[in-house]
């Protein structure tokens, strides 16, 4: 993500044993001036998730999973959760940066 001047974010996958999620970084220039963790935990609505995953095609499902580094659909659900709330505090900081 970037906005049309010196900052952008960015968002990195976590190794399953610094705990998974989603790493985000909020850069200005090259400089990370913030950022944060955003673990893929267990969620509170599983049906949302089976529905969700049996929505999606076969390549975003093995795109999900692999991201989770499981198996398991529920996982695949956390990971996405997780994503979202890095991606969306990253759009709100960029917007932030734009005032």
């Known amino acids: 993500m970037t906005n049309k001047t010196k900052y952008r974010c ?6 399953v ?3 998974g999620g989603w790493h985000l970084k ?4 090259d400089q ?3 950022g944060g963790v955003f673990s893929a935990e267990a969620v509170a ?8 995953f049996n929505g999606l095609k076969e390549s975003e499902r093995e795109h999900w999973l692999r991201a989770a580094d ?5 996982d695949a659900w956390a990971a ?6 890095a991606r969306d505090e990253g759009a709100t900081w960029l ?3 734009e005032q």
């Not at 960015?10 to 190794?15: F, G, K, L």
């Not at 909020?26 to 220039?29: I, M, P, Q, S, V």
């Not at 609505?45 to 969700?52: F, S």
């Not at 996405?80 to 709330?85: F, I, K, P, S």
Request: charged share 20%.
């Open 80 to 85: 996405y959760l997780a994503y979202q709330a």
């Open 17 to 19: 044993e610094l705990g």
């Open 45 to 52: 609505d599983p049906q949302a998730g089976i529905d969700w």
């Open 95 to 97: 917007a932030s940066c």
């Open 70 to 74: 499981s198996a398991r659909p529920v």
């Open 26 to 29: 909020l850069l200005e220039g």
């Open 32 to 34: 990370e001036v913030g």
């Open 10 to 15: 960015e968002i990195n996958i976590r190794p």
